[in-house]
Structures are given as structure tokens and as C-alpha cells.
């Protein structure tokens, strides 16, 4: 009788003493699954991170013309899938991973600045009459329309609201500026988003450091040059030779035949970036968007010719070519 309790209890002992050790076992190899899964989240997290485009990078890319990644702009944000110059236009661009946003700037009756293309409300606005007679108040009871003319929940934006939305996110072209640059400059301090705006003149390097000079030194600016011009090697040379020269030119031209488009890769090898329009025929030469959302290929004649600025009505067709191509993160 007591060799035979003495069995059960080596038993039970036994039996106490393998859960033990498989308990242990267990909680020794959900510490290692832990260790394992945190490790894996973190470096989830540090390639989403590595994935995200930085200011940095879309800047210094900016101010290498004589690199292979081509920038994209798009024109008034992303105006197809969201009121032109609204907030979530410009958003849709920080999220495609667009390199640049042209928006527009006007002022209002009691001076303030707000992003809008038209002089007046009526094609983008459920308003009517000229921006400049309303108040920036009056204004924000508006809502903007869509591409298509119809009224949405989306409001006009200030240029304060639209740079606090891009700051360290995207580069900035800022249009229709030019004339009231000394109120934009000031916001542009204000927000933090100096290295990232570009502004644009139609105008001879006399005329821009006369009228512009105090912030050529503080901003990056980029004359657009329509061609056939007069004295155009002339009027390129004086802004290459600038204590300041131009981050780019930009080129509109209705035939592609001009002889300046031969010299496109001579500007980006001295240091200046080349910018084309791809919105409308009249501005490329023919080779707009609306021909390459029906022939893609379209777009190689920009690779062709050397442009690495291309300003776009189609973001996104025209990003996934350059990648397809290796010439876009």
C-alpha cells in the first residue's frame, strides 16, 4: 500500500514539474514572439518613414538640374478630384506624392490673401463679383464648385491655411503673385515655408531687380520666357550671369520647332532647370495631357528634350509614366 502512494505521489510530481517546464518554455517563447513582433513594427515604421518624401529631398531635388528625377507640378492641386485651389486639392497632391503645387493668389478687399485663380468668384464660387471687393469674412461664407460647376462643402483657403497645410510637405509655386509679393513674403516668413516657394515673372532681369530685388536673395525665383522672343539668348544669358540666377526657366511655346528647345539640356548643365507646361496644347507644342491620357507615350518627348520640370493637369497619369520609366520616386 505504501509503495504504491509513494508511486502516485512521484507521479504527481512529475506531472507538476513538466507543466512547469512547459510553462516556462511557453513564456520564454511568447517574450521571443514579442521581441520578434516589435521588432518587425519598428522597422514597419522606419520604411513607411524612408517612404515618405521630405522636404529635404524634394529641395535639394529641385536645385539639381542635372540629375534624372523629373518634377512634377500640378496645376491649381489636384483640381480633377477636388475644387481647384481648395485645401483637399492640395492635400490629394501631398498624397500622391506630387512634387510641387501651383496655386493661385489674390487679395481681398480688406487685404488679406487668399488662394483663387479668377479674378472673380463666379466660375469657382457660389459668389459673384470681383474678389477684391469682398472681405476675407464675406468670403468665407462661399463655397468653392467643382470642375464640373457644382457647389461643394469646401471653402477658399487662405495662403496662410494652404503653406501651414504644405509646410515640409511639398514645394509651393505661388502665381499671380509677383504684384503682391511683399504681403506673400511675409506669410511665407510667417509659416516657415520660405525654402520651399517659388514665384514666377514674365519679365527681363532689369525690370525683376528693380521691382524684385529685395527678395531675390530670400526666395527662389524663375522667369517665364514666351518663345519665340526677342533677344531671347540675350535676355537668358543676364539672368544666367546674375549674382542670383533663376532656379529654372519656364518655356511656353505653341510649336515645337523653336530652336531654344535644342538648348534645353546646355541650361540644365550649367545649373538652371528647364520647365514646360503639359495643360494645354498652345503652351507645349501639342504634346499635352489630353493626348497622353489617350496615348501615355506623349509624355517621352519631354524626356526627350530635357525638361525636368513639368507642370501638369494630370498628376498622377504622369507620375506612374516617369516611374515606369525610373525617372520618379
Known amino acids: 500500500m505504501k509503495t504504491i502512494k509513494n508511486k502516485q505521489t ?19 517563447g511568447q517574450e521571443k514572439f514579442n521581441d520578434l513582433s516589435k521588432d518587425n513594427e519598428e522597422s514597419s515604421i522606419a520604411n513607411t518613414n524612408n517612404n515618405m518624401p521630405k522636404i529635404e ?55 488679406q490673401l487668399v488662394v483663387i485663380h479668377d479674378q472673380t468668384l463666379d466660375r469657382t464660387t457660389n459668389g459673384k463679383g470681383l474678389v477684391k471687393d469682398w472681405t476675407l469674412d464675406s468670403l468665407k461664407t462661399l463655397y468653392l464648385k467643382d470642375g464640373l460647376g457644382q457647389t461643394t462643402p469646401h471653402k477658399i483657403p487662405t495662403l496662410k491655411e494652404a503653406l501651414e497645410l504644405s509646410k515640409d510637405k511639398i514645394l509651393i509655386n ?72 533663376p532656379v529654372a526657366f519656364e518655356f511656353v511655346f505653341k510649336n515645337d520647332s523653336v530652336s531654344q528647345i ?46 525636368d520640370i513639368i507642370q501638369t493637369d494630370r498628376p498622377e497619369l504622369l507620375i506612374k509614366y516617369l516611374r515606369s520609366k525610373g525617372l520618379h520616386n
Open 57 to 111: 529631398s524634394l529641395i535639394e531635388n529641385l536645385k539639381d538640374s542635372q540629375n534624372n528625377e523629373i518634377i512634377v507640378v500640378a496645376h491649381r492641386g489636384d483640381w480633377r478630384n477636388a475644387p481647384e485651389n481648395s485645401l483637399q486639392a492640395i492635400q490629394n497632391c501631398i498624397d500622391f506624392k506630387v512634387d510641387m503645387v501651383e496655386i493661385d493668389v489674390r487679395e481681398t478687399k480688406d487685404g
Open 174 to 245: 505661388l502665381d499671380k503673385s509677383y504684384n503682391i509679393f511683399d504681403k506673400c513674403f511675409e506669410i511665407i516668413k510667417e509659416t516657415g515655408t520660405q525654402d520651399q516657394v517659388i514665384i514666377k515673372g514674365a519679365k527681363s532681369k532689369q525690370v525683376v531687380e528693380r521691382e524684385f530685388g529685395q527678395y531675390l536673395d530670400k526666395v527662389l525665383f524663375m522667369p517665364v520666357i514666351k518663345l519665340p522672343y526677342p533677344d531671347v539668348d540675350k535676355l537668358i544669358k543676364e539672368y544666367m550671369d546674375a549674382e542670383n540666377p
Open 10 to 28: 512521484t507521479l504527481i510530481f512529475s506531472t507538476l514539474l513538466a507543466l512547469v517546464i512547459l510553462l516556462s518554455g511557453c513564456k520564454k
Open 262 to 307: 535644342s538648348k534645353f539640356d546646355d541650361y540644365r548643365d550649367s545649373g538652371i532647370s528647364v520647365w514646360v507646361n503639359s495643360l494645354w496644347s498652345h503652351l507645349s507644342g501639342g504634346h499635352d495631357d489630353e493626348k497622353a491620357a489617350i496615348n501615355i507615350d506623349t509624355y517621352q518627348w519631354y524626356i526627350d528634350n530635357n525638361i
